[in-house]
């Protein structure tokens, strides 16, 4: 049987705190006289909860909100806990109770083999190693040597610069006599043959392969107990265990991280989230380039790793210094570890790959288009040689600058354009290194920036890009003096 009583309307009587809860909902409840899309019963709730929106949102309509304010700050006085923290765990109680009355369950008892896997990837001493396992199998060699090094050599060099770009450059010439149209199609910089091949052969088999290890990781169990390993971690750069879930997320789409940030508690924290996702996380296609770029190269692997590690952990503890605000609680529920279903796994895995293909495509067609009116006009020739004493500062031939104008559109874009440089021999292991860090740390794409002005708003999302863009240039060059200087050679 299924009780009709809405999910919101919690009875607080387990605990005494609930009690002052339930009374200070109610209060709140009638004070409210202006219409919202939500029930007031759910608008008093997320005010109890010190939500910033509905609390902005109710500031600007109510005129007694003075008044609902103090309820809040008495309510929250009287309570030992966080009043979040309160009502999820009635609203976790509320649920079980419905499931209970639903669902019936064979009362599996956890073994002893799955306490001890509880256990060992929690505590640092052997949960850090098991993650280092972890990144090395699933990141360096399915995502970097496989997808990005078998999988991408295949079909770019046996399916598009064999067949597919020779026969689309013979008909495009052949049919259309025109120079500038013949380019826009085809040649160096064209449609089909730079912004389809990327999109196809370089990126779309880099991001299946991360998708999949990610889909693994995610139906196991495992992303909870690495948000409690990094818990101690994150808080030294003003987050907590739960900023774990975008963080991760971004190594796949930084933009859907970004989104995805809005669940973190604070505004302090989801600003701190933003600026390090659009700074020092690589996204899965970038970073499986990246992995492909420096695997031969296991000395220039962990000097970016190690480079990119520092970036990420110093800006954020600099921000954490300087950004007021208050530092939230951090709880989270485990569920149980167990083995991938693969039924999820490929679900999530092409569901992914499906909204990300459809997403880069149109944005490497609009690129290629840019690009191939930047090289019709001269302006693309302008840019490459305003930015070549960037490139000479930080140790990088010329050619390098298109790959950073690549990047402007899309960060993968401008990670593919590098792979193309690499290809050309064009690079040596302390260029590639450079190249790689900057360009990971380099401005975040089109999509990600638009998503970073609506959710934090054009000031913030202005500051943090104003920021990352000389920084970016300076880590580059700071860099490249430190390794020619120690006379490293990779």
Known sequence: MIRKEPLEYHNFNIHRNFNEI?????????????????????????????????????????????????????????????????????????????????????????????????????KPLT??????????????????????????????????????????????????????????????????????????????????????????????????????????????????????????????????????????????????????????????????????????????????????????????YLTARILPGERPDFYMEVPPLRMPKISNVLEKTFSRMQWYFLEIVPMFILASILIWFGKMTGLFDILVHAIAPVMKAMGLPEKAAEAFLFGFFRRDYGAAGLYDLQKSGALNGVQMVVASATLTLFVPCIAQFSIMVKERGIKTALAIVGFIIPFAFISGVALNWILTTLGVAL
């Open 22 to 122: 339930e009374k200070a909902a109610r209060d709140i409840e009638a004070l409210l006289k202006s219409d919202y899309r939500l029930s007031k019963r759910s608008i008093a709730l997320l005010l109890l909860q010190e939500d910033e929106e509905i609390t902005a949102l109710v500031r600007q309509r109510e005129k007694d909100f003075d008044v609902i304010n103090k309820i809040i700050h008495r309510t929250r006085e009287s309570c030992p806990e966080p009043l979040q923290y309160l009502i999820t765990l009635e609203r976790q109680r509320k649920v079980e109770r419905i499931l209970k009355e639903v669902i019936k369950t064979q009362g599996k008892k956890e073994s002893s083999l799955e306490r001890w896997l509880d256990s060992i990837t929690i």
């Open 127 to 316: 949960g850090i190693p098991i993650l280092l396992l972890v990144l090395y199998f699933g990141l360096y060699k399915f995502v970097g040597q496989f997808g990005a090094g078998t999988v991408v050599d295949f079909i770019e060099g046996n399916i598009f610069e064999t067949y597919i770009n020779p026969w689309i450059n013979h008909v495009v010439v052949s049919l259309i006599p025109y120079k500038p149209l013949q380019q826009l199609l085809a040649l160096d910089y064209g449609i089909i043959t730079l912004g389809i091949r990327y999109a196809v052969a370089i990126i779309l088999p880099i991001v299946g392969t991360f998708f999949l290890v990610f889909s693994i990781i995610e139906d196991s169990g495992y992303l909870p107990r690495l948000a409690l390993l990094v818990d101690r971690v994150f808080k030294t750069i003003g987050l907590n265990g739960r900023a774990v879930i975008p963080m991760t997320l971004g190594f796949g789409c930084d933009t859907m991280a970004t989104l995805v940030s809005r669940t973190l508690e604070t505004k302090r924290e989801r600003i701190i989230a933003t600026l390090l996702l659009a700074l020092a996380i690589p996204c899965s296609a970038q970073l499986g380039v990246i992995l492909a770029l420096l695997s031969g190269r296991p000395y220039a692997m962990g000097i970016w790793v190690g480079f990119i590690l520092l970036v990420f952990l110093f800006i954020g």
